[in-house]
């Protein structure tokens, strides 16, 4: 059985928080407040979940360098008040720091649902790139 701390449980709502917000400034046109809102509450609970450390580690990475710093990067522009522009580089650098993701989350929901049509889709995209 896994073993769940609370400070765990707490970053996980403080991330469930962080994706809402940035969902609704989204929707509310790009709301510079809610969207910078929401990417501080996403950051804080990501370090509360996983640990800041391994974080830091995870973010760091030489070959992640280019996604952490569009990331980061639209993060600050948020904050600057530049929505559009930020989101923009904020989803740039999130599909480069979890692109070797995908491929394993496609791969379990292909495998986790018995529809015949996604499943065949999810092999397909899964086998778009490789995780090695």
């Not at 070959?63 to 904050?79: A, D, P, R, Y």
Request: proline share 2%; glycine share 12%; aromatic share 18%.
């Amino acid at each position: 059985m896994i073993s769940i701390t609370e400070w765990q449980k707490i970053g996980v709502g403080t991330t469930g928080f962080g994706v809402f917000f940035v969902l609704f400034g989204i929707l509310l046109y790009f709301d510079a407040v809610l969207l910078a809102f929401g990417n501080l509450l996403f950051l804080v609970g990501l370090s509360l979940i996983i640990g800041l450390r391994k974080m830091l580690a995870f973010f760091f990475q030489r070959h992640k360098l280019k996604g952490t710093s569009f990331f980061l990067g639209g993060v600050v522009i948020v904050l600057l008040r530049w929505p559009l522009l930020g989101m923009c580089l904020e989803t740039y650098g999130f599909f480069n720091l979890f692109k070797s993701f995908f491929p394993v989350a496609f791969g379990f929901l292909g495998n986790a649902s018995n529809i015949p049509f996604l499943s065949a889709l999810f092999r397909r995209l899964q086998g778009a790139s490789s995780m090695v």
